[in-house]
């Protein structure tokens, strides 16, 4: 009996793309496609990664390798790169751990809410925020006959996707609270305020920073909301018609206050 010693060689990525990377030229612009199987390679490598952004702050590597160290206190070491526009890659070992980060929360650093939210091949790095985040709210003053489950997933599905739901007791105000993890969609307005058997029923969002409910839209502040921009756009100019105030028959003093009271009026 023979027995081969040699060592079976590795395949390194460049043997891997052989025959599976075509260039050519579209328009005069060189492109490079790759093949379903290099695809599924490369997806299968992101497994178990999630994307993190810290709305409201910038954040080093190192200090958030830190934070989320001692917040998650994962069962087996993790890696952390960070890349463009303030986010974060994190990939997991243990497959609990990559679980239990996406399932629970809301994780909170530096008073700011962390966005964890699984890596897709449709992610983009360039948008400014993610543009679906899970985050966790809460229905404060529902009556205490609509505690039901299905009622409560209703409600919720007005808002966003619901994907966790538990029940709460406040004991700073001895009353009860119904809270629930959704999946949002930040580029579109937030439910706020549904109605529920005809009444108002206040939503509020944990630890979202930078609603501006004029619009409903996050990362909008009244100054630079587009909504409001608009409306002051278009709104129309005043026809100033001239006023001859004679100065001879006002002093000094009344005649500053008289031409205070103008602008006022006319908002000049």
């Given amino acids: 009996m023979?027995?081969?010693?040699?060592?079976?060689?590795?395949?390194?990525?460049?043997?891997?793309?052989?025959?599976d990377m075509v260039k050519s030229i579209v328009n005069g612009?060189?492109?490079?496609?790759?093949?379903?199987?290099i695809k599924k390679i490369l997806f299968k490598e992101m497994e178990k990664t999630v994307v993190l952004k810290l709305l409201g702050r910038s954040i080093s590597d190192v200090a958030l390798h830190n934070r989320i160290s001692n917040l998650w206190r994962p069962s087996?070491?993790?890696?952390?790169?960070?890349?463009?526009?303030?986010?974060?890659?994190?990939?997991?070992?243990?497959?609990?751990?990559?679980?239990?980060?996406?399932?629970?929360?809301?994780?909170?650093?530096?008073?700011?809410?962390?966005?964890?939210?699984?890596?897709?091949?449709?992610?983009?790095?360039?948008?400014?925020?993610?543009?679906?985040?899970m985050t966790w709210i809460r229905l404060s003053g529902l009556p205490g006959y609509m505690y039901k489950r299905a009622i409560l997933e209703a409600i919720g599905n007005m808002i966003g996707k619901v994907t966790k739901l538990n029940f709460q007791t406040d004991k700073k105000v001895r009353g009860r609270f119904a809270r629930m993890a959704i999946y949002i969609n930040l580029k579109r307005p937030l439910v706020s305020q549904p109605l529920v058997k005809g009444e108002i029923q206040k939503v509020e969002f944990e630890s979202l920073p930078t609603i501006f409910f004029s619009c409903s839209k996050y990362g909008h502040t009244k100054e630079m909301c587009p909504s409001v921009v608009v409306m002051i756009r278009t709104r129309p100019r005043t026809q100033?018609?001239?006023?001859?105030?004679?100065?001879?028959?006002?002093?000094?003093?009344?005649?500053?206050?008289?031409?205070?009271i103008l602008k006022s009026q006319y908002r000049l």
Avoid: H
């Fill in 2 to 19: 023979v027995f081969d010693l040699e060592p079976t060689p590795t395949l390194t990525w460049k043997d891997k793309l052989l025959g």
């Fill in 76 to 133: 087996k070491p993790f890696s952390l790169m960070d890349i463009e526009n303030a986010y974060f890659l994190v990939k997991f070992q243990s497959t609990d751990d990559y679980d239990r980060v996406l399932s629970q929360g809301s994780w909170i650093i530096y008073n700011q809410y962390l966005t964890v939210q699984t890596w897709t091949k449709d992610f983009n790095p360039m948008q400014p925020y993610p543009l679906v985040v």
């Fill in 240 to 260: 100033l018609t001239p006023i001859k105030i004679p100065s001879s028959s006002l002093s000094d003093q009344s005649l500053e206050l008289e031409l205070n």
């Fill in 29 to 37: 612009i060189t492109t490079i496609n790759l093949s379903c199987r």
